[in-house]
């Protein structure tokens, strides 16, 4: 199928293609009907291209119609042509309507879909029921005379989730959307006297000094529990890995059928293990910084050591956190 025409991206190039487009002769019912059935039948590219440019300024008038969407109307013009296109290619001229009445359907859903794609950053919904609310609330709001920025009053947000068929929360959302991305740099007041919005902006994460502590701790309890693993036997050391140190911790069971002992049997060994292990490493982080005797938690289930709990004492046995038996 022959091409349309293309459209310039600045304003004045925009202007000369809108003139340009108007000189294309509207046509006659019966010449459209002849092009229409010249193009299906036979596939000709010349009558596929009169009627294309004949409803260039149907396409133009429609994308008028979106220019509230934050969107180059050149593009958005463009995309309509595609529809106009595809509206062409498929136009069955025996059923006895015009082909503006059958492109418009394809030129807006041209249209809205490239609109959809370039709002996907802020994850627009893809509901039939979504996509009305996206493409009907600015003419809701206008029925209501809601033109006031910001958030809409709860009796306007009931009125227009009541219109358009969607819950109250989705109308809030979507008016949020579409009101547009507020600048951390712009002024909380117009006298500029409160700062500004990225100031009260508030940074949960941990300062250099914070994390590089944090880092060697973890790294000298790893050190402190490998080593420690070392005062277990063979048996002791399997089990208590399988158990204690595993993403997929072994059941009883099944380690109790590895070495042909009970469960209970299993299940002391991996107790003393612990007490052993855990013994170890305190004997070790003692060592190596020379603090109090903070309990120390050895990880479960594969996770790392926690923090040591800020009281004095030793770990009962029966305080480890619990493998799945």
Do not use: C
């Not at 509230?68 to 042509?81: A, D, F, H, T």
């Not at 509206?87 to 309507?97: Q, S």
């Not at 013994?279 to 603090?291: E, I, L, P, Q």
């Amino acid at each position: 199928m022959a091409k349309t025409m293309s459209i310039p991206s600045a304003e004045g190039g925009l202007t000369r293609y809108l003139e340009e487009i108007r000189r294309f002769p509207m046509l006659e019912p019966q010449e459209e009907y002849m092009l229409a059935k010249s193009w299906r039948e036979h596939g000709d590219r010349d009558a596929a291209h009169k009627l294309v440019t004949s409803h260039l300024r149907l396409v133009a008038k429609i994308a008028m119609g979106y220019r509230g969407y934050g969107l180059p109307i050149s593009e958005v013009i463009s995309e309509g042509n595609v529809g106009l296109m595809q509206a062409v290619k498929r136009f069955e001229p025996e059923k006895g309507f015009r082909l503006a009445t059958y492109a418009m359907w394809w030129i807006r859903a041209s249209i809205q879909e490239y609109i959809l794609r370039s709002w996907s950053l802020v994850k627009m919904g893809t509901t039939a029921a979504q996509k009305k609310l996206f493409f009907n609330l600015r003419k809701a709001k206008s029925q209501i005379s809601a033109f006031d920025e910001g958030d809409l009053k709860p009796d306007q947000v009931a009125q227009i989730a009541t219109k358009l068929g969607v819950s109250e929360q989705e109308v809030v959302d979507m008016n949020r959307r579409l009101s547009g991305d507020a600048s951390l740099n712009a002024p909380i007041r117009e006298d500029s006297e409160g700062g500004e919005w990225q100031d009260w902006l508030v940074d949960d994460s941990l300062d250099q000094e914070e994390q590089l502590a944090e880092t060697e701790e973890l790294d000298n309890r790893r050190s402190a529990l490998a080593g420690a693993l070392s005062v277990l036997n063979e048996r002791e050391r399997r089990i208590f890995e399988a158990r204690r140190l595993s993403e997929d911790p072994m059941t009883l069971e099944d380690l109790a059928a590895e070495f042909g002992v009970s469960r209970e049997r299993v299940r002391q060994i991996e107790v003393r293990a612990f007490e052993k292990v855990q013994k170890a490493v305190m004997d070790r982080m003692r060592a190596s910084v020379g603090g109090p005797e903070d309990e120390v938690s050895l990880p479960a289930n594969g996770k790392e050591p926690r923090a040591p709990a800020k009281v004095s004492g030793k770990m009962s046995a029966g305080k480890a956190a619990p493998a799945p038996v």
